[in-house]
């Protein structure tokens, strides 16, 4: 084990594998981050919680971003069925510190930054190549199989395996670890446009949440760089596709049509992508960690993305995993128990995280009623809203929320 060419092999270059492949080349180790596309590439999931700003401070990105033409998210506004829009809920109300104030980015363009910024930090970064198997020796594993865009076949070892497969979920499928969440089995219909109608000023870049009719779901609203946003739809399968026609441009344009408060600020403008659709994606895994490997990002879980959680989750499983790596090497103990050590706090504040989506598809709920009645609470609901959710005080709200609708148990 020791003898192997590599410290650590990442496979899957998003943003959860290049934070754990870099944090893990600035500590010294040999790492190589294996992806099977070529970036840049597509990808959904535009709009950053505040809180990735910590962990894109220890990656050093906080410069090229602060450059970039993304642009900056200070709040996010929710608006009812029947079009009502509430006040922004600015960060920085609570927040002072530059933190508070976020990006809104192509993913395109951002998780190829994050890849450049591997390599920039030593770590050896192969494109286009596919991971098929993982190796197991003696019950650890130890290496992985891979091919490459001409074909060969090729094995590499290392002393610890991070999957960052998102939700291919190499590892997870293979052992069978996936838990799908029984109540949050929505799917997603989404496209990017261009023209639409933004709003000014400080409120240009912030999400807009919009209910479809009858609170049957809801639609996203991101303003993106070059006049574009990202308009997307989440409800249930049956009420999205059941006695539609099956393509996703025509689910997506009918829901449009049912959504006055869309309808008004896509007048205007053209789709410029193909619709894409994403369903029954809200999982977890039953372990995070073996002898030798680790599960970060969406192979560890994935979330419903009312509350645009899932680059900061990525994020900051990467930047726990890369932590706990880098002490169960140091400790020559690769068990799962010592490198799966940082799974309970990730745990911890998906869970927060998780119980706020039940509130929102809780019909008789109401946020802005709860915090008139409890506003002892505002600062731990801004709190998980901003993404600050890894610490143990800002469970103390779901108590209260619980007396109002019902909340979910950990995933078993």
């Known amino acids: 084990m020791d003898s192997a060419r590599h410290d650590v092999i990442v496979i ?9 492949a870099t944090l893990l080349a600035q500590k010294g180790y040999r790492v190589l ?3 099977k596309e070529r970036f840049p590439r597509f990808c959904i999931g535009e709009s950053l919680m505040p809180e990735t700003y910590w962990p894109l401070r220890r ?4 410069p090229k971003l602060r450059a970039s033409h993304f642009p900056r998210k200070y709040s996010v506004q929710f608006v009812s069925a029947s079009g009502r829009e509430s006040q922004p809920f600015y960060f920085f109300q609570t927040n002072p510190h530059e933190s508070s104030v976020t990006w809104q980015v192509l993913r395109a363009e951002f998780d190829l930054l994050l890849v450049e910024n591997a390599a920039e930090h030593g770590v050896e970064v192969r494109q286009e190549t596919l991971v098929t198997e993982v190796l197991f020796e003696g019950g650890r594993a130890c290496g992985v199989r891979m091919s490459g865009k001409g074909g060969g076949e090729e094995v590499a070892d290392a002393r610890v395996i991070i999957d960052a497969t998102g939700r291919s979920a190499l590892l997870a499928r293979r052992l069978d670890l996936r838990r799908p969440d029984p109540h949050l089995k929505k799917a997603a219909v989404f496209a990017h446009y261009e023209n639409a109608v933004r709003d000014t000023g400080i409120d240009e870049g912030a999400t807009l949440v919009l209910y479809t ?3 049957l779901g809801w639609f996203w609203y991101i303003p993106l760089p070059r006049n574009v946003v990202s308009v997307g739809v989440v409800s249930s399968p049956s009420t999205l596709f059941e006695g539609r026609p099956g393509d996703p441009a025509s689910v997506l344009e009918a829901e449009v049509e ?3 408060a869309v309808c ?3 007048a205007p403008a053209r789709r410029i992508s193909p619709v894409h659709v994403l369903s029954d994606f809200s999982f977890r895994t039953r372990r995070w960690a073996g002898n030798g490997w680790v599960l970060i990002g969406d192979s560890f879980g994935f979330l419903d993305p009312i509350y645009s959680s899932g680059v900061l989750l990525a994020l900051k499983s990467g930047e726990f995993a890369a932590d706990s790596v880098d002490e169960a090497i140091q400790a020559a103990d690769l068990s799962a128990d010592r490198l799966g050590a940082f799974g309970p706090k990730l745990s911890a504040g998906i869970e927060a995280i998780r119980k ?3 509130a929102f598809y809780t019909p008789t709920f109401s946020f802005g009623q709860f915090v008139k009645k409890h506003p002892d609470q505002r600062k731990n609901l801004v709190d998980i809203l901003v993404g600050d959710v890894f610490k143990e005080e800002v469970h103390g709200i779901f108590e209260l929320m619980g007396q109002y609708c019902d909340l979910p148990k950990p995933l078993e």
């Open 264 to 266: 008004a600020r896509l």
């Open 356 to 358: 706020l989506v039940y």
């Open 59 to 62: 990656l050093g990105l906080l």
């Open 258 to 260: 049912l959504c006055p």
């Open 12 to 20: 899957g270059g998003g943003p959860s594998g290049s934070t754990a």
């Open 213 to 215: 009719r009858d609170n």
């Open 33 to 35: 981050l294996l992806e």
